[in-house]
């Protein structure tokens, strides 16, 4: 969801379809997109590739990029493993502010998806409140 936000604030098109459905390619609309998404795939599959990923998306970003990439990665795996295993649910306002992109995804057939479904949590934030993070 962030991604699309924050890419959107800064003047990207991003295309959230390429970072999720295998058949299609492409670098999102990213800067270096491919080789982050190669990055971000072979990390979390655990592939063979890891080591020619890791190398191509240092060449075109740098230590630090990498470093910062692996993080991303390795929080967001995180994230996730938290969030399903404690039952966390999204609050009203992130229910109707993120439904056309979870729908789009398929993010609402995962399993996790069930916590959120009639919530009883209140609103933390409107939208408005989540797009000033990126101001």
Request: proline letters at 4%.
């Amino acid at each position: 969801m962030l991604l699309g936000a924050s890419g959107s604030k800064a003047g990207l098109t991003v295309d959230l379809e390429v970072a999720t459905d295998p058949t299609k390619t492409g670098d999102a609309g990213v800067p270096h997109g491919n080789e982050l998404l190669a990055f971000a795939t072979a990390a979390n599959r655990r592939s063979d590739v890891l080591p020619q990923a890791r190398a191509a998306l240092a060449a075109v970003v740098g230590h630090e990029g990498l470093v910062e990439a692996a993080a991303t990665v390795a929080i967001f795996n995180g994230l996730v493993r938290v969030a399903d295993g404690t039952g966390i649910q999204l609050d009203p306002s992130m229910l109707t502010s993120t439904a056309e992109t979870r729908a789009a995804l398929g993010i609402d057939l995962f399993s996790g998806a069930a916590n959120s479904q009639d919530a009883p949590t209140q609103p933390r934030q409107d939208a408005a409140g989540v797009m000033g993070m990126f101001s």
